[in-house]
C-alpha cells in the first residue's frame, strides 16, 4: 500500500540525506581540511567533467517528462543554469551562467581553462560511470528520472556541496573561488522544494513511489563511486 505523498517524500529525502554518498569518508576529508590544494583541483577537474554537461540531464529529462507542470521546475532550473532569475527580472547572462563560475573555481584549482587546456582533462574511469548513469536520464522512465533530479540531486546538493566548500576554504580558496557551490548550496534548496511540490500528483501510486525512490538512490549509489574515485585519485 502506498504512502501519502507527503509521508513518502519525507521519509525519501531522509533516505537520500543518510545515504553513503552523503556521509561518505572524502567528503568528511575535505570537510576538516585533509585536501591540499592538488587534491581540490583533481576534484575540480573530475567535477567539471560533470558539471559541463548539466544542462544537457536537464534538458533530456524535460524532454523525456510528458506533464507539462512536472517540467516547470526542470524547465526553472534549466534558465538558472544560464544564469536567468525570474525572480529578479533578469534573463541569461553569459558571465554568470553556472558553467562560467565554475570556470572561475577551475582557474583557482590551477587548471588551464582555455578551449584547449579543458580539452585536456582526462576523466577518471569511475567519473566517466558517474557522467554515463545522469547522461541516461532521458532513457529512463520520466517519474524515475525526475526522482533522480529531484530527490537524488537537487535536493542533497546544499547538505553536499557544504563541506565541499569548506574543504576548499581549508585549502586557501576566497569565496569568490567557491561562488559555484556557494551559490548551489542557496539555490537548490529552492529547486528541490520546487520539484518536490511537482511530483506530488505522482507520488500517490505505490508503482510511481518505487520509481521516484529507484531514480533518486541510482544516482547516489552512482555518486559513491565517484567519491571512491576522488578519493583514490588524490590520496586521502
Sequence with gaps: MAQSANAFFDQLE????????????????LNKGKADRGAIKILAEQYYCFSKHFSRYLAASIAACPNEAARAPLIKNLFEEYGGRSEENKGMDAELTHPAIFRMFLKASGVDTSPSG????????????????YLNLGNMHYVASLGAL???TE????????????????AGFSEDDVL??????????????NIR???????????????????ALDVLDARVVLWNGLERASGL
Design 14 to 29: 531522509k533516505d537520500c540525506l543518510n545515504h553513503p554518498a552523503l556521509t561518505h569518508s572524502y567528503l568528511d576529508k
Design 118 to 133: 579543458l580539452e585536456q582533462i582526462k576523466a577518471l574511469p569511475e567519473t566517466k560511470l558517474f557522467v554515463e548513469k
Design 150 to 152: 529531484g530527490p537524488g
Design 155 to 170: 535536493y542533497i546538493v546544499p547538505t553536499m556541496y557544504t563541506p565541499i566548500r569548506e574543504g576548499c576554504r581549508k
Design 180 to 193: 559555484f557551490f556557494s551559490a548551489h548550496i542557496e539555490l537548490d534548496v529552492e529547486h528541490g522544494a
Design 197 to 215: 511540490t511537482s511530483l506530488m500528483p505522482f507520488a500517490e501510486t505505490e508503482e510511481n513511489q518505487s520509481l521516484m525512490r529507484e531514480g
